[in-house]
Each structure stands twice: as C-alpha cells, then as structure tokens.
C-alpha cells in the first residue's frame, strides 16, 4: 500500500507545448488533459474583465480584501479564515514550508505536487495507495491504521494529504470516513491538507462548513476547475486564522493581479452560471463514461468531479494511445506515470457534447485499427 513517492509525471493541459510539438494552431487543439468546465467562463467575468481594463495601471491589493470578504460571506466564515494566492499550485508550494512539514502521508493516486512541495522543504512523503483490486480508493481504516503506527512507532507524521475528490480517479470519501482520517492526524498532532479543488461539482462532501471543529486541517480549493479562469491563476486555502497567517506571511508580494481578484468575485456572483455548469456536468458525465464503457475492453471508474479516469484494453499503453490521439489534435491525460497506477491509465476531461462524441469515436477507431493490425 506505501511506497516513497519518487516520480514527477508532468501537468495537463499544456495546450502551447502541444500547438508547438504538433504544429497545429491553438484552436485546432482540443483540450481532454485539464479538467476545465466546458462551458468556459461566466459570460459576466468576461464582461467584467474587459470592464476592468483601466485598473492594471494600478498595484493590486496584497491583502486580496475583497476576495476574502466575498469568500467570507459565501463559507459563512470569517475574512481572516482565507488566504489567496496565485493558483491554488502557490498554496500547495508553501504550506510544507508555513508548516514545517518534514514526514508526510499522501493517499494516493494523487499527483506529484504534493510530493515535490514536501520534498522542495526539505521533507518525506510517503504513498498510501490502493491496488486497482480495490478501485483505486485507499481504505480509510489503513490510513489510520497507518498514523497510529508511526506514532507508536515514536517516528510521528507532520501531515496528511488528502483529496476530496480525488483528482485523479473523481472518488469521493463518505463524510463518516473522511472526519476519520481528521480524527486519526488531529490526535497524532498532524495536519491534514485536504485539496477540494473539485468540490463544487459534489459541494455535498466538502468538509469546510464543520471546519471549525478542525484547526489543524487546511482546506485547497481553486477557481481554475468550476469557474474556467486557468489563465488567470488564482486560487485559496481555508484554515483557522493562526493557521492562515503563517501562510500568509510565506507568500511573495502582489502574488495575486487584479484582474485574477475580480474575476474570482464575479464568478462566485453568477449564481445561474454555476448552476448551468453543474446540470450541465449531471447529464453529460453519464452520458460521456456510459459511451466510453460501450468500446471493449475498456474500464471507466465512476467519477463525481469533472473527469473520468479510464483504463486501456491489455497490451496498450496510455502513452502510445496519447501520442496517436495527440496527432490527430486530441490532448488527454496520460496518467501511466503516476504512483500507484498502472501504465494503462488515462484521464479524460468531461467536454461539450460534440467534442465528447468525437474522442469516443477516434478512441473507438484507434483500438480497433491497432488491435487488428
């Protein structure tokens, strides 16, 4: 089940590469490697972008007032309880430092960023993975099981990493499980980083509206995946305020622009934005992994976030099938690198219909060719 995280598979949706290795224009790329929602951004951010255009002759405000006060109002929480920064990958990166994070739990599959942050501070982190016998989602009770040994064994743990959903498989843990594993770290005296990057398409599952009865966990969350604003790179933690300002007080000055600020407000504002996007991702995610299911030999793990891992036919491998699918334009996620996985694992974002229709077709054609061939 543990192993010490040792490879550093690369990010997703690196769009300028691909136009570059390809030599295909940007519009001629479609995008299944990031989870973005496919809907684009809120018709009233762009607005409000274009509309903003004057104040980039002005600094940002370092504190992100606004912001915080608007997260505020939404979590039904204190302004001091947010720290925002620049994607929520800053917040990733100086945490173990605020922290002082040297022995770290990460339940796995989970990307290298977790790692590579402890590890850039000086620190270890070790894999709690599942097998694939097991769908891929670690048991709960051995996580546990796995922090009271390491304080029996006097050898402690800083800290847990813990995604909800996780962002590789789109699994979630039942709230009984998850306020376990809190449990289990808060009385080894260990932090929890729970990432909830994904948690506004299962809000039902997030932990920040009992987070008061947490303070040594660390709530991630990001504006990238939900409110489609990638380019602009920002993101927040949510902690007690003691917590917050030791974050804080590590962050580079003016991390976050101005236009990033105000379109983080926006989008929270739009409240029929956000629910078009989740009725849209309702209906189309079935709809999407019920076709993927459909091509033989195929295994598509159940998902509630905004992407669908998959798994190839024996004898394949996710790198060959993301380099054929990445000549004909087609961007996926190969995730035969990450720790835990095999090396027949993908992850397909959930796009528009039309775009999901024509990956399943060209998957379809692919397999078919090669498996006859």
């Not at 001091?80 to 945490?95: A, K, P, Q, R, Y």
């Not at 850039?120 to 048991?139: D, F, M, N, V």
């Not at 720790?339 to 219909?353: C, D, F, K």
């Amino acid at each position: 089940m543990s192993g010490t995280v040792t490879k550093r598979p690369t990010h997703g949706g690196n769009v300028h590469q691909a136009s570059r290795i390809l030599r295909k224009p940007l519009n001629a790329i479609v995008d299944f490697s990031a989870s973005v929602n496919p809907l684009g951004p809120s018709k009233r951010v762009m607005r409000a972008l274009a509309d903003m255009l004057p104040v980039i002759r002005h600094y940002p405000d370092p504190e992100c007032s606004a912001l915080r006060y608007a997260l505020g109002v939404r979590f039904n929480l204190p302004a001091d309880w947010f720290v925002v920064g620049n994607g929520s990958s800053e917040l990733i990166d100086t945490v173990p430092r605020a922290l002082s994070i040297r022995s770290a739990a990460i339940a796995g599959p989970a990307f290298s960023e977790y790692a590579a942050a402890v590890e850039k501070h000086g620190g270890r982190s070790t894999l709690l993975s599942a097998k694939r016998i097991e769908q891929y989602r670690p048991s709960c009770g051995e996580i546990v099981r796995w922090i009271r040994s390491r304080k029996l064994q006097r050898r402690g743990v800083d800290a847990v990493f813990v995604c909800q959903p996780n962002s590789l498989t789109g699994q979630i843990w039942e709230q009984e499980e998850l306020e376990t594993i809190l449990r289990a770290a808060h009385r080894a005296r260990a932090w929890t980083i729970l990432d909830e990057t994904f948690a506004e398409y299962c809000s039902a599952v997030s932990i920040v509206p009992r987070l008061q009865h947490f303070p040594l966990v660390v709530v991630l969350r990001s504006f990238t995946k939900f409110y489609a604003i990638p380019g602009l790179r920002i993101g927040y933690s949510i902690s007690c305020p003691s917590t917050a300002e030791r974050i804080r007080r590590l962050q580079p000055p003016w991390s976050v622009n101005v236009l990033a600020q105000h379109a983080a407000i926006v989008s929270m504002q739009d409240r029929g934005y956000m629910d078009r996007s989740l009725a849209f991702m309702l209906k189309e995610r079935p709809r999407f992994m019920e076709s993927l299911a459909s091509i033989g030999g195929l295994t598509v793990f159940d998902s509630h976030a905004n992407f669908v891992m998959i798994e190839l036919p024996p004898g394949w491998r996710a790198d060959a099938v993301t380099m054929m699918l990445g000549r004909k334009g087609i961007l996926i996620r190969d995730c035969s690198q990450t720790p835990g996985l095999n090396g027949r694992t993908i992850r397909l974002a959930v796009r528009t219909s039309l775009e999901n229709d024509r990956l399943v077709r060209l998957l379809r054609k692919t397999l078919r060719i090669h498996t006859n061939a």
